[in-house]
């Protein structure tokens, strides 16, 4: 006799934990940059997903198996759909042969152990061939971002920066039912109220018919069109700018890069203003004011002795602005004065390293956004396990990092910052193998 889907269920996760550590092992290097982020992160909806993992979640051995069958689950969740008001006849359409996606549940709970560096993340960010494209894109799509960036005041040359690196310019969307995806996310018990919510929305989505069930598609944590946005931001802010009479933001470009810039626009997007530059420190700056929650206008940065790289020109009209100094890698690299439009991006994905490579890709797509100064590119970033001896070391030197969890935050940054003073060196907060050793050796 065949086991029941609920027993092939359990089966599967017990081989799914018992294979967890080669897939940390053997994990590719992550498309994103390891997310550092600019200011300390609270609990929030993401407007899309290239996840970024929250301080809060558990680690991934934190597994707890579902106390139902996956049938047991669907006939409760399809009352609460109905409830929401959901039809019968869509609901039974958008789960027709739905089973839990082990694939969904291997990368909801793999944590890469490396990361690439900023300075390779930007380095593919900004390459030749998307640059070329995106300039092709601009052109092509003139009248259509003419239109858009009237609409919504956010610049052209970042919407189509934003499209290029959520999905290659729409062609890299994803190929996972997200019915199916944020099913399994919502079953197998690690994230439930979250994966929960989303599932609401994408089947409120199918009911407004912007999209059938069987086209509904996208990444594995349900992401989805060609600016990859999940089913909640969808509905707040996606909107039909071609004019067909639906929020199509997989087939239309349109409506991807018209709800892209709504949703930028209300995230604080400040017309006609930049995104920030790139300045030059004096040798004796304090780089503890490097933090997100230390904010100056320009001219006070200024007259702190911060500059502007030789050759490089500051952009019109900030001097009066609020800005953030971010070190993407510590004080060895290039340095930049951040202002309420790199905020904005960050509301989008909360990793500076992308809210960068956002920036400057759209700079680049006018020839600028050169960077002066140069990256430590002997200074490689530690690992997730490298990360997490350094949090344990600080706090058993009685520098409070907070929970070992790998992630480099706004705890770990402070008790980093207090080892730094400690030795005298430059307290700018950044991990390296150098502090790492340190801390060892005492």
Request: aromatic share 10%; hydrophobic share 40%; net charge neutral.
């Amino acid at each position: 006799m065949l086991p029941s889907l609920s027993n092939r269920w359990q089966l599967r996760q017990l081989m799914t934990a018992s294979s967890l550590i080669l897939l940390v092992a053997c994990a590719e290097k992550p498309t994103a940059a390891d997310a550092v982020p600019l200011v300390p992160a609270k609990p929030a909806t993401p407007a899309l997903m290239t996840p970024v993992k929250p301080a809060a979640e558990p680690e991934a051995d934190a597994f707890i198996p579902p106390t139902q069958s996956f049938e047991q689950w669907r006939d409760g969740f399809r009352q609460q759909a109905l409830q929401a008001g959901v039809s019968p006849a869509l609901f039974d359409r958008a789960f027709a042969g739905i089973e839990p996606d082990m694939s969904v549940v291997k990368a909801d709970r793999s944590q890469p152990e490396f990361a690439r560096p900023v300075w390779e993340y930007l380095e593919g960010a900004m390459s030749p061939v998307r640059v070329r494209k995106g300039q092709a894109l601009l052109a092509q799509h003139a009248d259509i971002l003419g239109r858009i960036e009237q609409r919504y005041g956010v610049d052209r040359q970042v919407l189509v920066a934003v499209w290029g690196m959520e999905s290659s310019f729409g062609q890299f969307q994803g190929d996972k039912s997200v019915i199916r995806s944020l099913a399994t996310l919502a079953y197998e018990g690690r994230r439930p109220d979250f994966a929960h919510s989303q599932l609401l929305a994408a089947l409120q989505i199918l009911q407004n018919g912007d999209i059938e069930p069987e086209r509904m598609l996208g990444s594995w944590a349900g992401a989805m069109g060609q600016t990859q946005f999940i089913p909640t931001t969808y509905n707040t802010h996606a909107v039909d700018f071609d004019g067909d009479g639906r929020r199509d933001i997989w087939n239309s470009a349109a409506d991807a890069l018209a709800s892209t810039a709504h949703y930028l626009q209300s995230s604080g997007w400040q017309p006609g203003q930049s995104w920030g530059f790139e300045v030059a420190l004096p040798p004796t700056f304090d780089f503890a004011k490097a933090d997100g929650t230390v904010r100056m206008s320009v001219s006070e940065w200024q007259r702190l002795g911060v500059t502007l790289p030789a050759g490089a020109r500051m952009p019109a009209g900030v001097e009066n602005l609020s800005a953030t100094l971010l070190l993407p890698a510590g004080y060895r690299g290039p340095a930049f004065l951040v202002l309420d439009n790199f905020r904005a991006i960050l509301k989008y994905n909360n990793s500076s390293s992308y809210a960068m490579g956002v920036s400057l890709l759209g700079e680049r797509f006018n020839g600028s956004g050169y960077i002066y100064g140069q990256w430590p590119r002997d200074d490689l970033p530690l690992s997730r396990s490298e990360r997490i001896e350094l949090q344990t070391l600080l706090t058993s030197n009685n520098y409070d990092a907070g929970n070992p969890d790998g992630i480099i935050g706004a705890n770990t940054r402070k008790a980093i910052r207090s080892a730094q003073q400690s030795l005298g060196w430059p307290a700018d907060g950044y991990p390296t193998h150098k502090l790492l050793e340190s801390l060892r050796n005492r």
